[in-house]
């Protein structure tokens, strides 16, 4: 038993002789033949076949492949039985009944999942993870206690004659420089109703308009904006709005009214040095520079910066700008702040 | 130029900005009445003033507006569609576009906006009304007191609907503060201060309560609402909040008793329905008490209630004749999606695959963004194919290994089973939702895009077989939030199933000296799947004593002691040995695990006891395992004597 490979049953001298011509050279003959005829052909005469190079190149294909894909094995088991098991076999062990033979043949080899087809290989034990574990994952519901319904607009038919013209005043505004007297009513009204800031039609986007027409309404408008929540970003507006006179008399006038936060001073501070530096007509670079200068030493003299914070950018500012006298001014203002001071660091003196 | 860019601007202006005449004195008249009539709910006669009204000023928005939600109101919020077209026509007469919040820029529209996102809360579309709420809250100081608070509540609200109890509880604070206190004008005096605040106390805490429970700040939750219990012991909305913290705390039977507490009349005041909430809560203690079928009892039946609310709303809405026929409250009130949701997850956890998938690809359709809900489905995608891991070891699978026998006499032949393992690829692509493997892969990914960045959060790593096509690639993962606790707990037995995974892919990948390696059964040192000791701030002594002890364990899951899961991993180890041809090894490993894996043994192992007999040749001791277990196929005995020959005649004659 041993002796024969465990999957396929022994073939006889004349089946082997079969096989082999056909993998090799079929001759016409052979195939006139019949299966019994081919069967019962002696062939101790005829020459061996050599099979190595097919074992070869078989082996060669082989080796390219992964083991798993070479480890099956044919599912049809040859289980003879080894006692009779009907009155027909008793005493004729070993003989062929063809019609369960074709039947056997048949359910075998054809049909849709011939048996003949498959393979069984070993298989591993593929385990589900377990559900995963989530703390409150479903969703619990409550009764809202609350009536969420359209609300009534109660400013309907309420606006004050007052309200228009102010309205219609701050319109102005933005497109142009208004009388004194139109100024004085404006800032009036504001005075009277402290209210009455947010429904003049401000916005931020306008802000800049109202800096170039009107700075002096527009200063009192953002003094009186101070505690809502929108002020961060009229802030941010002013700071990013074209360096000009006004822009920076409202800024200025700001810094000595409120306490205004340092990251949007030293903003300021910055972008207008850096105007400065790209303006590429001399006249106006001039003016502005001069500008910049009183502003800066505004800042410095009411104490409202603190010089430390920006000396290194400001001194570069003034060297830079040297030939404008009020640059000069400026640079020795920093200069005498800065040895006046008893805490000073080596690396604010060095350049 | 400059001419006329002057003209157009001037142009420009009169499109926009023509004036509207003046008030009279005798609109100011009936303006206040009209406002005086609303404010006593005299909505008809309210109606009719502004009719009045809106003759004399046609191009007023502000009339037109107060005239749409004075109709509104008539009608009991039953008209929302004409409502919101009269509003988008208010919003044309006030060049207002109600759409883009940024560009609200005048205080004086804020109304409108604030009702715009009034509709859209109750629409449910919670996104785009916090989207206008955030802008309109820029303008919260000049706001009228009435608008400001309703505002200032319903951004509170918003906030919790989107689960941002942080930001939610901020709200809460800033309009303690400012928007319910009267100081905002000088000189108020003592009394009228106390007086506003409280009419609002009660809600205040109601919305603190809230927002701690959704923190999970058991504490002050706890303070909360024993001031809550002190006043208000009979608001349902009260015994709900209280109820919902006792089962957040784990004493479930006292969180049923007070839902149970509450008679369920059918519809609160805002039009929500008690039955589903009611049924839908008790399915979701009974999830923690691991009664999963019950709790799906109490799902089906919150679903069949929704079901029944919704038809009667259609149904009120076709008598009515109206446009949209649901009152403005009612339209957003089925939970539905919810169910469907708590609903899969609980039938998940009860072992029903299918009809868990079912639900879940409904629900991820409108919770798309939620990581846990794509793993969940994911998760019943696997369970559709595997229920369980002792599954291996039932009869039918056994039965699977011997398929049965052909022909009788010499030419009986057995026929072997080719594997427990599937080979069918899906037909069609992976996208259309089905319960197969490669949509539970799909699922996966997109739990792992929707995951947040951080990489603690992402608790194993993906392992995937390299064979795409028939090998179902095996991706596991489990998002969790940082610091959960329950992270520990499910370590251990996922590393341990990472080897077995990396293992059988390294085996396809013919790296078998790897794979090998990694199944060594020495490796296997913890599977456990309970929880360390509770490090929650909850107070012991309180815990109620029936809760689950282990509060992780809510679906079992086998292999369940170190013994029977290092013989699984001995088993693979026997497997990838066995294709790398070392069959005695292969032998001796396979012996070892099966006396330690438990009866019954999994059907694979008499596959590879078969395999390897057969495969070196000893039929006659195939024969004894065939005739053991599977007697039934073969009528062949081995007679077991200690000299005699192997029993099976050779078969030296023909082919069968």
Redesign the interface.
Known sequence: ??D?H??I????PA?RYFLSQLISSPTKEMFKKTPTQI?QLDVSSMQNFDVSGLQLALAERQSEM???SK?A?P?????????P?SFD?FGK?????PD??R???E??LTGNKA?VE??????????????????????????????????????????S?AG?EIR?LM?KAF?GALTLQQQQQLLDELEKDN?LV??I?L?P?KLPDLVENNPLVAIEVLLRLM????IT?YFSVLVNMEMSLHSMEVVNRLTTAVELPSEFIHLYISNCISTCETIRDRYLQNRLVRLVCVFLQSLIRNKIIDVKDIFIEVQAFCIEFSRIREAAGLFRLLKSLDSADPQNTPTAATR | MADNKAKNDSDAEMETSMPLPQVTESQKELASQAMSEFDKKQYGSCCSLMHKLIAQRPTDPKVAHNKAVAEFFQSGFLTTDEFRQQLSKVCQMAHVNIDNSESLEDVDHSVIYFNQAVILYHLRQYKAALNILDKLFQYIEPLEEALAKKATMLLVELYLCTYQPEKAMGMVHYAEKTVFTAGKNAGEKENKEDQVDEAWKPKISLYKTRCLLMMKSMKSCKREIKSLMSTQAMNTAVIYLKSNFEHLRGNHKKAMKMLGSVSTSDFTEAGECMPVMYNNNLGCIHFHLSKHHLGAFHFRKAFQENENAIKDIKRGAEHNKNLSGKTLNSIGMSRHFELLYNMGIQLLHCGKAMPAFDCLVEAVQVFRSNPRLWLRLAECCIMANRQNNDEDRKLEKRLEVIQGSDGSGIHRKLRLGPGLKKDNPSPGTPAIPAATHEFAALCLKNALHLLPEDPLTAEKVPIEDSDTVKITPEMVLVPAPPGNPLKAAEVASLRYLGHLYMAEAQVAMDKIADAIQLLNPELVVDISLTLPENKTEQDKSERDPEASESKGYFYPWSPKDLTRAKAIAQYDLATAHAIRGEYDKAGQNLGESSSRIGTPLPAQMYFLKLYLDLIEGRRNMAQVVIKDHFGHVTPNRVEMKMNSKPGVPRPDTAVS
């Open positions: 038993q041993f024969l465990w999957a049953p022994a073939i006889s089946e069967i992964p083991a798993q480890s094995m599912c049809v088991v040859p289980d003879r039985d080894t006692k098991s076999h062990p070993g003989v062929i009944n369960v033979q039947q056997t043949i359910s075998l048996p498959n393979c069984m290989m070993p298989e591993f034990i593929r385990l589900a993870p377990p559900l995963h574990i989530a703390e409150d994952e479903l969703c619990w519901m409550n009764p809202v206690d609350m009536d969420y319904s359209v609300a009534w607009d109660t400013t309907m038919c309420v606006s004659s228009v219609r319109s497109k209210k947010y429904h039609g916005t986007a505690q809502s929540n929108q970003e």
